[in-house]
């Protein structure tokens, strides 16, 4: 067990423990290319998936972003040996101009050089997090770091995956459901 890293831990010997809402100082540790995906209209939403036709769904090119907070590390035990790992998590994001977009409102919350989304990874940002209806922690908001603030590094390395990867995309490290959102997305 000591040639693994920390994300290679099986997820489902371990327990993350719930994050309280609240800010956070974070990393921004995995930008996804999805390509374009294909969701249900908000009309549609309670509608099951056989009685739904073309006109229930919309279809955009989405990214996704995961946020390493380095401060909400917790421990895990596999077989004995205990591993330390980092709290992530994600939210998707709509590619739009639209000033009005959450991506756009979220890039010029951070980005104050001028650099491209795929560039975005690695930087350092606050995410205030709040609960879904289901108890979990979800990204409400991201922006820059207070001025002066230092954000511990991740544990694992940060990077992209874009459509280069795509036809290779059982052989990254990613979790399953962004993988089967890849392989899925409509073409």
């Not at 997820?11 to 999805?34: F, N, Q, R, W």
């Not at 040996?81 to 998590?89: A, G, I, K, P």
């Not at 959450?102 to 951070?110: C, D, F, G, R, S």
């Amino acid at each position: 067990m000591l040639n693994v890293t920390p994300n290679e831990i099986p997820a489902e010997k371990s327990t993350t423990p719930v994050i309280e809402s609240g800010t956070y100082h974070a990393i921004i540790s995995l930008i996804v290319d999805l390509g374009m995906q294909k969701e249900k209209i908000f009309e549609s939403k309670d509608k099951p998936d056989e009685a739904c036709t073309e006109e229930d769904y919309k279809i955009g090119h989405q990214l996704w972003f995961s946020f390493t907070l380095p401060t909400e590390r917790y421990e895990v035990e596999v077989d004995g040996e205990v591993f330390e790992r980092d709290q992530v998590l994600g939210k998707q994001y709509k590619m739009s101009k639209s000033d009005k977009s959450n991506l756009i409102i979220m890039y010029k919350a951070v980005v104050k050089d001028g650099r491209n989304f795929g560039q975005m990874v690695g930087m350092p940002v606050t995410v205030t997090t709040g609960m879904t209806s289901g108890g979990n922690p979800k990204v409400m908001s991201v922006s820059s770091p207070m001025k002066g603030a230092v954000v511990a590094a991740p544990l694992v390395e940060p990077f992209i995956v874009d459509e280069g990867e795509w036809d290779n995309v059982d052989e990254l490290k990613l979790p399953d459901f962004l993988k089967d959102m890849i392989k899925n997305r409509v073409q």
